[in-house]
């Protein structure tokens, strides 16, 4: 069984930062992509910023050189540092790893996601 848990998510003015951290625990081989989501109210779901096994990472572009990506393999753990924060990134963030565990070596990776973790940038 494998757990993704998220922390880090809060109430900041505008401007201000939080970083957000997703540990996944259990039965873990390997772990692929990471991904941070986010869905606003009255919006689909969409992904913020990814990064592959190698350390490469990418970001939607409404968060391009405010929002930062990384992970610590050694911890089963992406984290999302997020700078320069607006209203408009006021949403429920989730994270998102495709991972393989010890049951599963012989097939593709599988999507496992995190709860979610509420994130209001407000005044």
């Known amino acids: 069984q494998v757990q993704l848990v998220e922390s880090g998510g809060g109430l900041v003015q505008p401007g201000g930062s939080l970083r957000l951290s997703c540990a996944a625990s259990?039965?873990?081989?390997?772990?692929?992509?990471m991904d941070w989501y986010r869905q606003a109210p009255g919006k689909e779901r969409e992904l913020v910023a990814g990064i592959t096994s190698g350390g490469s990472p990418n970001y939607v572009d409404s968060v391009k050189g405010r929002f930062t990506i990384s992970r610590d393999n050694a911890k089963n753990t992406v984290y999302l540092q997020m700078n320069s924060l607006k209203p408009e990134d006021t949403a429920v963030y989730y994270c998102r790893m495709k991972l393989k565990t010890i049951r599963t070596i012989p097939f593709d990776p599988i999507d496992y996601w995190g709860q979610g973790t509420q994130v209001t940038v407000s005044s």
């Open positions: 259990g039965s873990i081989f390997q772990i692929n992509a």
